[in-house]
């Protein structure tokens, strides 16, 4: 099993920036990932990182803006979150995963242990 912890969250305004951090405890993960959901949608792919090759992947609507990075000897991640904008208000889960052979980043269903979740909240 592993247990996550995010952190980081609040109220920002639009044009500011955010640091959110994820610490995984249990068990050494293979790849983790972070995934947001707005009120009234649908839980979406926002960054993820793989351990064995550092390799990260991004949902289009934040490349240039969010940056993935991880801390291999912590088991943490963080999201920076540069250039906030209203429509990146969400609830932002940290999800991460143990099983080496996944190649999949960016599907909910490549992550079997979640986070409860961190309130990014951004006014205009």
């Known amino acids: 099993q592993v247990q996550l912890v995010e952190s980081g969250g609040g109220l920002v305004r639009a044009g500011g920036s955010l640091r959110l951090s994820c610490a995984a405890s249990?068990?050494?993960?293979?790849?983790m990932g972070w995934f947001r959901q707005a009120p009234g949608k649908e839980r979406e792919f926002v960054a993820a990182?793989?351990?064995?090759?550092?390799?990260?992947y991004y949902a289009d609507s934040v490349k240039g803006r969010f940056t993935i990075s991880r801390d291999n000897a912590k088991n943490t991640v963080h999201l920076q979150i540069d250039s906030l904008k209203p429509e990146d208000t969400a609830v932002y889960y940290c999800a991460a995963r143990t099983n080496f052979l996944i190649r999949g980043l960016s599907g909910m269903s490549d992550y079997p242990y979640w986070g409860p979740g961190t309130q990014v909240t951004v006014s205009s």
């Open positions: 249990g068990r050494t993960c293979s790849a």
């Open positions: 990182i793989r351990w064995t090759d550092s390799r990260s």
